[in-house]
């Protein structure tokens, strides 16, 4: 069983969050905290799982990715093992950066992060084929984001 967050923990939480390139020595004093418990809590919400990881967030239009698009997937076959046969494809693609089985008329959404509209039309090839169980597609370009936030709120 987890042990219960305090204000503490989801202070440093929300700090790490926003930038967790930031110092222990910085975020201790922010929280209140001497730097060794402050790491201690971190290394505990790691343990625990809270943290699942720490990555750099890039910027994809000059990582060379600046097409987003999101796609809606109908699979013929339905069931558990079709779900997965299909699920493995998707991901396994580089471009496909997210990937969910949903409820629904829809079985999947992917989203996608692409260096051009030929790099999707490959994927498309390869992806939404006959012999990989999709029924149909639909394929949304997104034109502006209004908001895209990977912090969640503790």
Known sequence: MLAPMDRIDRKILNLMQRDAARTNFDMAGEVGLSPSSCLRRVQRLRKT????RIVAILNPARAGRGIKALVTVELKLHGEAHMRRFLDLAIAEEAVSQAYAVTGETDVVLMLRLADMEEFDA????L???ENNVARYFTMVVIRTAK???AIRV
């Open 148 to 150: 895209e936030e990977t």
């Open 128 to 130: 939404f084929r006959d």
């Open 123 to 126: 994927l498309a090839e390869r």
């Open 49 to 52: 799982g809270v943290i699942d």
